[in-house]
């Protein structure tokens, strides 16, 4: 079965130094996500993307976050100046269509860690 | 998104049925019921939705009440596999956000 990717599986960041986080998204999937889940907190939604542009993003997705689909199969999550706060388990999420009877499809995520 | 309602946790001994409720009592007639699950250290997985009938695929049942004020998933033969936290969720069809929200959660643990 198809499946979502995301790379790395851990990654450790000081403060203040640029983070990408890589996904490979389901291959004919149009809608992409990401989402973020604080360690014993809730899963929260950070931003939507489709036809190369943002479709929504949450508040948590301030000017210090960034997407991009570089080629035709990867989706990235670039944060430029991490906080502590960052830390986080990042997951990316991929559907073949929106609307609210199409499931989203989400990767193991990456533990992301600020020092 | 209308507001669910589920336990915090439940309990099952392995190869037994299991029943993890929901309560969505300002559904509206719009909102679809989707449940998600979260095995330890993984992503959410998508389970099933349903609208208003019982729905049934090759991991879960969904049972919907007749006024779909509540719902209820059926795991029918837990596994220790199946130990994880499940979502609840209702997607509205009339909206156009793309988002899931996620509550806290059903945690269930299956007892060998």
């Known amino acids: 079965e198809p499946e979502v990717t995301q790379t790395p599986s851990h990654q450790v960041t000081q403060m203040g130094q640029e983070v990408i986080l890589r996904c490979v998204p389901i291959?004919?999937?149009?809608?992409f996500y990401w989402y973020r889940q604080i360690l014993g907190q809730k899963v929260e939604f950070l931003v939507s993307f489709y036809n190369n542009e943002i479709s929504e993003k949450s508040e948590i997705f301030d000017d210090q976050f960034s997407v991009e689909r570089p080629d035709g199969s990867n989706f990235t999550l670039k944060i430029r100046s991490t906080k502590l706060e960052d830390s986080a388990m990042y997951f990316c999420a991929s559907s073949d269509r929106t609307g609210s009877n199409q499931p989203q499809h989400f990767g193991d995520g990456t533990r992301l860690s600020i020092l | 998104d209308a507001k669910t309602t589920q336990p915090n946790s439940m309990e099952s001994n392995e190869e037994e049925p299991v029943h993890l409720p929901c309560n969505h009592s300002?559904?509206?007639?719009?909102?679809?019921i989707h449940w998600y699950r979260q095995l330890p250290s993984q992503g959410p997985e998508y389970v099933i939705h349903g609208l208003t009938s019982n729905v049934n695929n090759r991991m879960a049942s969904l049972a919907i009440a007749e006024d779909r004020k509540s719902s209820t998933l059926i795991l029918h033969r837990a596994t220790l596999r199946d130990a994880a936290v499940y979502y609840c969720i209702l997607r509205d069809v009339m909206d156009s956000s793309y988002k899931l929200i996620f509550g806290s959660g059903t945690r269930l643990l299956v007892r060998p």
């Open positions: 300002t559904i509206s007639g719009t909102d679809y």
């Open positions: 291959s004919n999937h149009l809608y």
